[in-house]
């Protein structure tokens, strides 16, 4: 196979994929071909699409964000503990706290030096015990009023077509242009591809990654707000359970893990990859608490898998 | 002008050696003198017990961040050696009743989960974050699954006695530990592997070149830190009684935060289990003294958050890297 | 010690070893002889420690066989090599700082110590200890080495290599690879007789930048240029003038260097230092650079030539002295600072500093130059594209188009995108480490071209040569750097250059 080819099929692997899927599950349960059926799998996939979102760009920089998950909790706090109070207000301050979240993880690792694992997991402790302080260690319910006249542009219709997805396209539009359009998204793949040449083209790195930073915290807690949305209340461990999925979602749709190379439409194709993923299994009767290990296997699968090991010399 | 870098290298060796001791030794100085409470025996034994699992699980973490790798799966696989372990004494679920035969199966599947880890991590090339990350939520949903969400009662006295009975008035737990300690640190003092792991965190390349097996050593110290958590699952669950899911939460959390703060530094090839009993002791004693004080316990996590924040900007040789990621 | 005397202890035979873009060694012949010490001398980058590289079995051979006591031999590894009876003190040290002496000099070998499973510190300690007293190392063997001061562990490492003594019965070699360039006067003396002793027992090869050194202790003399042994000097009838004249070779054709199109460099100053000093690198170094001039630099690996002009470049800052830029004080604390200053850095690590391999030739192109391709906050791709192929036609760079990936292009096309690069932002001052290592002769060529271009329109180069006739060739004024410090300093217009023995005398 000669490597244009390659490199093609790359490309477009993940789509392949699930296509592939969604054709399994649909000989599987044949219901499961309608338009209806496939926005409400769009619309239950966007919350992990959102928090995934900008997480890709911390990865293409080699990075990663650990803090996420906690942040989108904290963020659903902020939302269901002041929405009465602050009314639409609650909705930027509440995806504010996610951005000084990604901020206190990019300086903390920047300015530090320290791996951003290792930053990003120490800041998700902080985020954790202010998202217990903002609902005071408990689950809090948002009131259908309030939902009906702050929440509705996540969680109605807009053209026959849920509003969650339309907040995911957009959301994934305004990404796609700043990664692909944009000196940022340029010296995003750059610092990913090859650090030291972009830091000795006399270019700032620090501020860069943590712009992205604090973009991936602002699109985790913007995805803790839909959430909260969608459920009508929020808590301090409203989004356990979906980093994993959110990490598997990216690498799942072709961002390499080592940096440099990734999008966000590929995310997307990840993220519905998983979700389809998660229905069929459902199907199949794999029970739920069991679906974690699928994709603890996948996310360590398509680590391998899309590896650049030229890239690594000592592998830590 | 080589000969002052070299002096200022030791130095900074010195104040990494000292400065945690310095720090638990103020920090019970203050909180002892804000509640003389903290200073009376019962509180001394509830300290030592409450560092009992952190003191295990940090013996294994120790020797792989040593090797300048991490281990994210600490939950995972002490949360499935529980629910097994749980399993396989008396208990109101199954009917095996295995009683201390338990220990060593739980161990050891502790040791196989260490295993895939290294394997994973080695043979794939993977880095060890996203490797143990994977494979430590797979953990976690195996001990889901296995329960499917349940909580399973122990009915072994003989079992639970590891955790709840004394010997000379402390409790077994702190036996243990002591134990896994004094194992531990025969294993970094006095074995091939112990010296092998310094070198590998220092100087791979170097290391090669010595004719150390580098990879096998790596595989195995993953193994041998699933054993030391699987022993810290046995713990749990002979303290709680009880195995499922959730009984390691927070455990990630605190193990790197105590073996951190010790000074034990991430990029490798600096540290010691000796370091990282210090480290639990500083993580613990603060607990205890936020509990004394009467602050939320949720709030623990963020501080240990800022600790870890702390003890690494202190600790970490920065001079060395170049690009951080 | 049975075989005759005859058969060499070490032999290598018409050895070739090569990596992308360079051939390190290329047919190399070299023998050791019994208890005989070789001195290996030559320019950076001749191959003399990739040759120990492969005596050590840390480079396999392209080509070509060793013999060890007459016998082939393949070294897959140091430890390998260990066996066998060779042990190199390296260059950059190998101790490692967190393991005591004796942990150290028995890496790898600790299973002669092991009882039960446990490795005995005290068995290990007193072995160690009778290693140290080899080298006069007065040091309890559980000292951490994190504890000594470079010297010292210099010495372990030397103690380190000299443990195969009692560990092998047969013949022994000790390769030493610059050896005493952290060593005092008094500790290289120690050294010099403790080879001397170890002669009636080993064969040693020794590399060394200081001549007077090489010729103190060696028996036979290797001169290597470019990968080849160019000369073997026997006995000790030669003098450092004899080496210098080998180490250089060549004469130098002032067409190859454009010599012609050498500008007289104006009286505009455009960069001034003042008394530049880092800690461990250099001291006091003052030079001005004027617009139109070639500024050579020559110094062998450790004159601190290459810390200079990284601290020019903002990647290091200096501990002492100012910068001038056009008259004004300047701060060079940082990358952005000096690029914003208009000066570049053209490094010597290509794939690692000069470019992302992944990236377009546009996209490396304009990488310095990002906020000049930019309308309404997005990228102009036209501009981009048109400004990247006027410069791919300029330079007569090949590539299929302006998007192809630059990690496909040979090296000295990848060299001109970096030039290319630094030209697009507008530089004013380009400092060149090393521009042609690894390219081809015609690409070469095309580097001097450009460098007579860009002098010609008014901008400044500093040049850190690949080879000391590149050095003279295009520079108009040169400095010599030894230890950190200018040594001399030599202005070198179109038929009034230095010779290159003239710069050696002051190098080394």
């Known amino acids: 196979m000669s490597k244009e080819w390659k490199e093609r099929l790359h490309t477009y692997l993940p789509i392949i994929f699930l296509i592939v899927l969604v054709l399994l599950v649909g000989a599987y349960d044949p219901s499961f071909f309608s338009v209806g059926n496939f926005l409400t799998v769009t619309a239950d996939t966007m919350t992990l699409f959102l928090m995934a979102s900008g997480v890709t760009l911390v990865i293409m920089i080699g990075g990663i964000d650990l803090s996420i998950q906690a942040v989108a909790s904290m963020a659903s706090c902020i939302l269901a503990a002041y929405l009465g109070r602050f009314g639409i207000w609650t909705i930027p301050l509440a995806v504010l706290g996610g951005a000084v979240a990604g901020l206190a993880g990019s300086l903390v690792s920047t300015r530090l030096r320290i791996p951003s694992f290792i930053a990003t997991l120490a800041v998700s402790g902080v985020v954790l015990s202010a998202g217990y302080w903002f609902s005071d260690t408990r689950s809090i319910n948002i009131p259908p009023d309030l939902s009906a006249s702050y929440l509705s ?80 209340s929020g808590s301090p461990t409203l989004a356990n359970e979906f980093l994993l999925p959110a990490i598997a979602a990216i690498i799942v749709g072709g961002t390499a893990i080592t940096g440099g190379v990734g999008s966000v439409w590929r995310t997307f194709v990840g993220a519905l990859i998983v979700q389809v993923v998660r229905i069929g299994m459902t199907f199949m009767g794999v029970s739920v608490f069991a679906q974690q290990i699928v994709f603890g296997v996948i996310l360590v699968a398509a680590v391998a898998i899309t590896l650049d090991r030229s890239k690594l010399l000592v592998v830590k | 002008m080589q000969t002052r870098k070299a002096t200022s290298f030791s130095y900074l060796e010195q104040w990494r050696r000292w400065a945690p001791l310095a720090v638990l030794i103020a920090l019970c100085i203050l909180i002892g003198l804000f509640n003389p409470n903290f200073l009376s025996t019962g509180n ?34 002490v949360a499935l050696t529980a629910v097994i372990v749980s399993l396989l004494v008396a208990n109101d679920i199954t009917t095996y009743k295995l009683g201390l035969f338990a220990v060593p199966v739980a161990m050891a599947i502790g040791g196989i989960m260490g295993l895939v880890n290294g394997v994973v991590h080695v043979k794939l090339k993977t880095p060890s974050f996203m490797t143990t990350l994977g494979i430590g939520f797979a953990g976690l949903g195996i001990a889901t699954a296995i329960l499917g969400g349940l909580t399973v009662r122990i009915a072994d006295p003989t079992f639970r006695y590891l955790s709840l009975g004394r010997i000379l ?23 091939r592997i112990g010296a092998w792991i310094y070198a590998i965190g220092t100087d791979e390349v170097t290391a090669r070149f010595a004719g ?36 390691a939460q927070g455990r990630l959390f605190t193990t790197i935060t105590a073996v951190v703060v010790g000074g034990t530094a991430l990029s490798g090839g600096v540290g010691s289990v000796v370091n990282s009993i210090i480290g639990v002791f500083i993580v613990v004693v603060l607990a205890n003294g936020m509990v004394l004080m009467g602050i939320e316990p949720y709030v623990q996590q963020g501080v240990q958050g800022l600790l870890i924040i702390a003890a690494v900007a202190l600790a970490l040789d920065r001079s060395r890297l170049s690009v951080v990621k | 010690m049975n075989a005759p005397s005859s058969i060499p202890a070490l032999e290598v035979r018409g ?64 430890r390998q090599a260990f066996d066998t009876g060779i042990a190199m003190v390296f260059q950059e040290q190998t101790i490692l700082p967190s393991l005591t002496v004796a942990q150290n000099i028995f890496l790898g070998r600790e299973e002669e110590f092991l009882r039960f499973g446990l490795v005995s510190k005290a068995r290990m300690n007193e072995a160690a200890a009778a290693e140290l007293k080899k080298v006069h190392l007065d040091i309890h063997p559980g000292t951490a080495c994190a504890k000594l001061s470079f010297a010292d562990r210099q010495m372990v490492e030397i103690a380190k290599a000299l443990s195969l003594d009692s560990r092998i019965t047969g013949n022994i070699t000790i390769l030493l690879d610059e050896p005493t360039s952290v060593l005092e006067r008094k500790e290289v003396e120690l050294l010099f007789a403790i080879i001397d002793d170890l002669k009636k027992r080993a064969s040693i090869a020794f590399i060394s930048h200081r001549l007077d050194e090489v010729l103190a202790v060696s028996d036979r003399v290797y001169v290597m240029r470019d990968g080849k042994v160019v000369k073997e000097f026997d006995g000790k009838d030669v003098t450092e003038k004899d080496m210098h004249q080998h180490m250089v070779g060549r004469q130098l054709h002032t067409e190859y260097y454009r010599e012609a199109r050498q500008t007289a460099c104006s009286e505009k100053v455009l960069i001034e230092a003042r008394a530049l000093s880092k800690a461990g690198a250099f001291r006091n170094v003052s030079f001005a650079l004027r617009a139109g001039e070639v500024l050579g630099i020559a110094g062998v690996i450790g004159s601190g030539r290459e810390d200079l002009a990284r601290c020019l470049a903002g990647h290091t800052k200096a501990d002492a002295g100012t910068l001038e830029v056009n008259g004004q004080r300047a701060r060079f604390a940082s990358v952005p600072q000096a690029t914003a200053q208009g ?3 053209v490094p010597a690590e290509r794939k690692v500093e000069g470019l992302v391999a992944q990236f377009s030739v546009a996209e490396n192109m304009t990488l310095a130059a990002l906020p000049k391709f930019v309308a309404k906050g997005l990228l102009n791709f036209g501009a981009e594209t048109a400004q990247a192929k006027s410069w791919i036609d300029r330079l007569k760079i090949k590539t299929p188009s302006p998007h192809a990936m630059t990690g496909g292009l040979s090296g000295g096309n990848q060299q001109k995108v970096v030039l290319a690069k630094w030209r697009i932002a507008g530089v004013k001052v380009l400092i060149l480490d090393h521009p042609t290592r690894g390219i081809d002769v015609g690409a070469k060529e095309d580097v001097y071209e450009l460098v007579r271009d860009m002098t010609s329109e008014g901008l400044a180069v500093i040049l850190l040569g690949d080879t000391l006739e590149e050095v003279i060739g295009l520079s108009s004024r040169i400095l010599v750097m030894r230890d950190g410090e200018v040594t001399a300093s030599f202005e070198a217009p179109p038929g009034g250059k230095p010779t290159q023995i003239d710069l050696v005398q002051h190098m080394v």
């Open chain 3, 15 to 78: 050895v070739s070893k090569s990596f992308p873009g360079v051939k390190a060694l290329d047919n190399v012949s070299f023998t050791i002889k019994r208890n005989e010490v070789v001195g290996l001398i030559g320019e950076n980058g001749a191959g003399k420690t990739s040759l120990l590289k492969v005596l050590n079995g840390i480079y396999q051979p392209d080509e070509g066989e060793l013999l060890v006591d007459g016998r082939p031999v393949t070294l897959a590894s140091p």
């Open chain 1, 153 to 232: 542009w996540a969680v109605g219709d807009t053209l026959g077509i849920p509003n969650e997805i339309w907040v995911g396209v957009v959301a994934m539009v305004v990404l796609s242009v700043l990664l692909q359009l944009t000196p940022f998204g340029r010296l995003i793949r750059g610092i990913g591809a090859q650090e030291q040449a972009v830091i000795a083209s006399g270019i700032n790195v620090d501020r860069i990654k943590i712009a992205a930073y604090v973009l991936s915290g602002t699109m985790a807690a913007l995805a803790g707000v839909v959430m909260a949305a969608r459920l009508g």
């Open chain 2, 212 to 247: 150390i097996p580098v990879e096998k050593t790596r595989i195995l110290v993953f193994a041998l830190a699933g054993l030391f958590y699987g022993l810290g699952g046995v713990l749990a669950a002979a303290q709680f009684g009880q195995g499922h899911a959730l009984i």
């Open chain 2, 169 to 191: 008035g402390i409790p077994m737990a702190v036996w243990i530990a002591l134990a896994a300690f004094l194992v531990a640190l025969t294993i970094q003092q006095r074995t």
């Open chain 3, 343 to 345: 000066v570049g850095l």
């Open chain 2, 44 to 77: 001394f034994i509830r300290l030592l017990n409450s560092a009992a699992i952190p003191v295990v699980l940090c013996m294994g973490a120790t020797f792989i961040i040593l090797m300048g790798s991490i281990d994210l799966s600490v939950e995972g696989i």
